[in-house]
């Protein structure tokens, strides 16, 4: 069975950086898209991020800029460098294939950006 276990999270000011992490067990992200996901309290989650095995980057237009995917297939891994980070980026994160695989949420890592 695949679990996803995020990393990284924190409480950072305005302006900031944290660096997120994303590891696989179960399976291997070789040949999938991966992507980054966020939920803040009273919205939908939405896609912030992918990452194509040939390295093809998506960013949704509120992080273009400030955020870098990347992802490491000896160490089954994704990770996401988030930098000045605004208030509005608090989230929880999640990382998961993309499209979504709804059986393999993991718990996520909190991000709380303070003004």
């Known amino acids: 069975q695949v679990q996803l276990v995020e990393s990284g999270g924190g409480l950072v000011q305005a302006g900031g950086s944290l660096r997120l992490s994303c590891a696989a067990s179960g399976s291997t992200f070789s040949g999938k898209t991966m992507g980054w996901y966020r939920q803040a309290p009273g919205n939908q989650r939405e896609l912030v991020a992918t990452i194509s095995s040939f390295n093809n980057i998506y960013y949704a237009e509120s992080v273009k800029g400030r955020f870098t995917i990347s992802r490491d297939g000896a160490k089954n891994a994704v990770y996401l460098q988030m930098n000045s980070l605004k208030p509005e980026d608090t989230a929880v994160y999640y990382c998961?294939?993309?499209?979504?695989?709804?059986?393999?949420w993991g718990q996520g890592t909190q991000v709380t950006v303070s003004s």
């Open positions: 998961n294939t993309w499209p979504q695989r709804d059986d393999v």
